[in-house]
């Protein structure tokens, strides 16, 4: 019998834990938390001090059953959840719903899941910080109260199903006033002056030295004129400077730091990151994924210098203790590091990857700083009497950069400057050619999720434990999108002057490409209008980010949670009575203009799928005409001509043209399962086909000869095995079919180019992969298969059955399988055609 049962949240940190703890103890997992304020009534007793009412939840009434049996057995329950508030808290739950009396609780946490952290956390038990729970229970409480009721708001006075949150919705709030300030950009150009020169050396060795004009050019006629007055010019160095710099590393990672940087430089969601990091964590690799300190602990600094001397030389060691300067930072962590000085660790490439990130970043922590040499070249042209200047690095010493380079989110010119040719004072150079380049202003970066992250670090809203819960949230509900947008054509002028003659052309260049953007829905910016106006204190910034500061006093013990919810509450509730009994319905209604064939009127509003434009009122005898609005258009600003294109042809969207064989109507528009080409009427008596569009199009701008290749698919390719193969495109994406399977086509595969060769190599690949995933069939519905991660699990009627621990697959039969997925069925089914 175990004398000491260890209670943790997850299987994969009690798997971890076990293997450093000896026979007596018992590691179980409670599966995260093991109870929630319930749903009737908010779950809090407002009347009564704002009392929270917990139920157990359903999913984890078995695991409480078996808890309990294993603590009769028990002496000592040692509960070792993570040690921010949220760990804390399910600490505390357990102590609650387990009925544990205090003489048997012991209270451990560490910040690394290894073998010296588990027994120093042992031999340093303490009691369940109550503070720490009551600052997760305002925060939960706090946001159950604002959620509800605006939502409940949102239901009576915008569109139902709505929902708002205290901090998503300031999230969401920043991304609308983003796209605004972008809406509202008026683009300026300028042109930029870069001169060629030819650089020959002793050896009569040709280099090109490039050098930009020190002034501003705004205008053609300003560029044209210092080109012409360059012409026979001559270019003479008239200074050398050269002057030492020096790059510092950057601190160890934080949760957002670490959450940006894997989005720049393995392009990784937030959410994806913190799986891997905690995965990470939980198989011990690396200290506890959320924080937002920057130290490092002394025995970490000095195995690192250890290392560093050993392995680079002591040149390249230099210990550093980072200061934080992230708003209410907990110094009392640590920042997130390798437990150990191993290179490499991860269950797969993913996690690896990621591994590398942190290792690497930790080690150059503790590395000297890279050293510099800046060279700033200036020549002047003679007859313009204008400057010229190149500006070159040359590393003298790598430092920290042997190992590690952080990335930015717009990758500076000056971390691309290389070194230039010697030259000497008073040195003339001879012109290759002198370009003056048209140039305009950007509008201000829309986010991506890490910059999001930042920003709201900055403002510091939000804590390490909920930036990617907000992110994730706000897409789910439908207020932000994260996608890739394509770019539009823009004309500019390149000014030339070579061998004394001044050209003119013009080209062409995409602009405005966007990936992995985050973008406002039109529901979005009418619902943070709503809030904006009859909410201002919720949706004020500085508010949002003073919460976050209470949240701390109370985990520090300084103020109750109770008075600080009573604060905002009573004012708050007023609010949302006075909103929903004073305030008109706001669907973000706009008239537009009327119709110069109908004399209806056309309006722009939230409609119950989305944004529409409308012609004509509900109160008339003739229905209204609808169309939805793409998109890549905004309900505040779509024009009246561009509402009666859309709405122009029984709302089937924007017309292209006319088939060149059947003579029927072919339309860009908006579907069900998203945006598509549509071929006839929707009142023809032979229904209307549809195509849908590939990724990278949109309805904006596809053209009728793309449209109508898209109307080809699905394409015949041929046979394959006798039988045939045809690719297409359907709500998932482009696929192939084959013998009635449906393959994938990747990302460098277009449905409307690809090959019968090309068909046959990916339909293998399906199969080898499919191989490699099966380790037993029973019939084509029913097997025994390996998920994403490897683990087998049952496969019934497109359904995934967990197997249970420690199940003999070699021996598993039919009959077994058919038991387990009964049970599993009766209690928790996994998700139905996708295993998670």
């Known amino acids: 019998m175990a004398e000491n049962l260890v209670i943790v949240e997850s299987p994969a940190k009690a798997k971890t834990i076990s293997k450093f703890l000896g026979k007596n103890f018992l590691v179980k997992s409670s599966f995260g938390h093991i109870r929630d304020l319930s749903k009737k009534n908010y779950g809090i007793d407002i009347e009564n001090n704002y009392n929270p009412i917990y139920e157990i939840d359903p999913d ?215 799986r891997l990091a905690q995965n990470l964590y939980e198989d011990g690799k690396i200290t506890y994924m959320r924080t937002d300190s920057v130290n490092l602990s002394e025995e970490a600094i000095d195995s690192y210098k250890a290392f560093i001397v050993k392995e680079y030389g002591s040149k390249y060691s230099k210990p550093r203790q980072y200061k934080t300067k992230a708003k209410g930072a907990q110094e009392a962590h640590e920042a997130i ?35 510099l040499e800046r060279t700033i070249i200036t020549i002047n042209a003679t007859t313009a009497n204008e400057n010229f200047t190149a500006t070159g690095d040359v590393l ?77 949230t706000v897409q789910k509900r439908g207020y932000i999108v994260k996608e890739d947008r394509v770019g539009k054509e823009r004309g500019y002028t390149t000014l030339t002057l070579k061998n004394n003659t001044v050209s003119e052309k013009t080209e062409i260049e995409i602009t405005g490409n966007e990936r992995a953007k985050l973008f406002p829905t039109d529901i979005a910016m009418v619902v943070n209008d709503f809030l904006v106006a009859n909410f201002q204190k919720i949706m004020d910034l500085n508010f949002t980010a003073n919460v976050e500061k209470e949240f701390d006093e109370i985990a520090s013990g300084k103020i109750q949670w109770q008075g600080m919810i009573d604060k905002f509450y009573k004012n708050f509730h007023k609010t949302v009575d006075k909103t929903i009994k004073e305030t008109e319905r706001n ?148 696929f192939i079919n084959h013998d009635s399977k449906f393959i994938s086509l990747k990302k460098t595969d277009n449905p409307l180019t690809i090959n019968t060769e090309r068909a046959i190599e990916l339909i293998n690949e399906k199969r080898d992969a499919d191989d490699k995933k099966m380790i037993k069939e029973f019939d084509a519905d029913f097997k025994i298969i390996k998920d994403r991660w490897g683990k087998p699990n049952i496969y019934y009627k497109k359904g995934y059955y967990k197997l249970p621990k420690d199940t003999n697959i070699e021996n598993l039969t039919k009959q077994d399988c058919l038991k387990i997925v009964e049970e599993q069925t009766d209690s928790t089914p996994k998700t139905k055609g996708k295993n998670k």
């Open 60 to 274: 984890k009434k078995k695991i409480v059953t078996e808890l309990k049996q294993d603590i009769k057995k028990a002496e000592i329950v040692w509960l070792a959840s993570d040690e921010d508030r949220e760990g804390e808290a399910i600490a505390w739950h357990l102590a609650e719903v387990l009925k544990l009396p205090e003489n048997k609780i012991r209270r451990i946490v560490f910040h690394e899941i290894t073998k010296n952290a588990i027994q120093k956390a042992i031999e340093s038990p303490r009691t369940i910080n109550i503070d720490l729970v009551n600052a997760q229970q305002a925060r939960r409480i706090l946001d159950r109260l604002v959620g509800f009721e605006l939502s409940e708001v949102l239901w009576k006075k915008v569109k139902s199903s709505l929902s708002a949150g205290r901090v998503q919705s300031v999230a969401v709030r920043l991304i609308v006033d983003r796209e605004r300030e972008i809406i509202a950009f008026k683009s300026e150009s300028s042109y930029k002056i870069t001169a060629n020169f030819i650089v020959i050396d002793e050896n009569k060795k040709k280099t090109q030295l490039k050098a930009d004009l020190v002034k501003k050019i705004q205008t053609k006629e300003e560029a044209l004129k210092l080109l012409n007055k360059c012409i026979n010019s001559s270019y003479v160095v008239t200074g050398i400077e050269k002057k030492p710099a020096k790059k510092s590393p950057t601190p160890p990672f934080t949760t957002s730091t670490l959450q940006q940087e894997a989005a720049r430089k393995l392009g990784y969601s937030v959410l994806q990151t913190m």
């Open 337 to 371: 590091r390798p437990t150990t000085l191993e290179p490499t660790a991860g269950n797969n490439r993913d996690e690896q990857r990621l591994y590398e990130l942190i290792y690497k970043r930790t080690i150059a922590s503790q590395m000297t700083d890279a050293e």
């Open 396 to 472: 003298l010493f790598d430092g920290f950069l042997k190992v590690y380079k952080e990335s930015t989110d717009d990758e500076s010119e000056e971390d691309t400057k290389g070194m230039l040719p010697k030259v000497t004072q008073n040195q003339q150079l001879n012109l290759d050619k002198i370009e003056a380049i048209e140039k305009f202003t950007h509008y201000p970066p829309r986010f991506t999720e890490a910059s999001l992250v930042k920003k709201l670090e900055e403002l510091g809203i939000g804590r390490p434990s909920t930036y990617a819960p907000i992110i994730t």
């Open 587 to 734: 669907t973000g209604e706009r008239t537009l203009g009327t119709d110069p064939e109908t004399g209806k009127i056309i309006t722009a509003r939230i409609g119950r799928f989305g944004p529409i434009v409308q012609m004509g009122e509900a109160s008339t005898e003739t229905k209204p005409v609808f169309a939805s609005i793409p998109k890549t258009k905004h309900l505040e600003t779509i024009t009246f001509e561009e509402a009666l294109q859309l709405l122009k042809g029984d709302s089937n969207g924007r017309k292209l043209g006319v088939h060149p064989t059947n003579g029927k109507n072919i339309y860009a528009r908006i579907g069900r399962f998203g945006p598509m080409i549509q071929i006839g009427e929707n009142d023809d008596k032979e229904k209307p086909k549809f195509a849908s569009l590939l990724k990278g199009q949109n309805i904006d701008e596809i053209t009728l000869a793309e449209a109508l290749k898209l109307l080809e698919l699905p394409r015949d390719l041929g046979k394959f095995e006798d039988k045939k193969i045809t690719v297409g495109v359907g709500k998932f994406g482009p």
